[in-house]
């Protein structure tokens, strides 16, 4: 089952002489429950492709459908909508609210949806992250791994379609790189989530199902391992 499907994207940043083509017809999809990487050097235009995944940019031209929703036909409202009940962002430096506490950075998505937290799946969430003890401390009060592992729970509370990750484990010593790629993988594994995540990281491309090359905005390469 296709989750997300992109159909000749394109990105471009200013005009005429200054114009840089940032993507350039970019076409690929991927099925449920897949574990991509999207690899490239520096200003290859993996980032910006991750971005308009996640609705935070908008492409020149070109279709982003996840689960079979247009997300460039949405107006500004429905998007965000969409956005946090089926985008789910974790990005290399945590982005948590440094305000609120592990729990009410977590369940902040569902708090934004009017809803109030399902206590099973929170407590379901927080017991694989490994987070029971640190559930009352502000991100201030926790280690660049434990602030990640918040990240990733926010990022899953809604059951998103889509995990996008960006540099996950580039702000982050080795041992702790090791442990949020490994949490990754069992999400993907144990609840068929679909991650995709921009990496410079070899190891993280070395445990992905497939992983994408971009240079120059263009795919160069799109293999699946074995």
């Not at 993996?46 to 079979?68: A, F, M, N, Q, R």
């Not at 949405?74 to 962002?89: P, S």
């Not at 009410?104 to 949806?113: A, G, R, S, V, Y």
């Amino acid at each position: 089952m296709k989750i997300l499907e992109i159909k000749n994207l394109c990105k471009e940043y200013g005009k005429g002489e200054i114009k840089v083509e940032a993507l350039k017809d970019v076409s690929f999809n991927v099925e449920q429950g897949e574990f991509v990487a999207i690899v490239g050097p520096s200003g290859s235009g993996k980032s910006t492709l991750l971005h308009i995944l996640g609705g935070v940019d908008t492409p020149t031209s070109g279709e982003v459908i996840i689960s079979g929703t247009d997300i460039g036909k949405l107006d500004e409202n429905n998007l965000a909508i969409f956005r946090r009940r089926q985008i789910g962002l974790i990005y290399q430096f945590y982005n948590l609210i440094p305000i609120l506490n592990v729990e009410e950075n977590m369940t902040l998505p569902i708090l934004l949806d009017g809803k109030k937290p399902d206590k099973k799946l929170l407590k379901s969430l927080v017991d694989k992250l490994g987070l029971n003890d640190r559930l009352k401390h502000l991100p201030n009060q926790l280690s660049g791994g434990q602030q990640q592992r918040v990240s990733i729970g926010r990022a899953l509370i809604n059951h998103p379609a889509l995990l996008l990750a960006d540099e996950p484990t580039g702000n982050l010593d080795s041992k702790n790189s090791k442990e949020i790629i490994s949490l990754l993988r069992k999400f993907n594994r144990e609840n068929n989530q679909t991650v995709i995540i921009i990496t410079h990281d070899e190891r993280i491309a070395l445990s992905a199902d497939r992983v994408i090359t971009i240079e120059d905005g263009q795919i160069t390469k799109d293999e699946a391992k074995k």
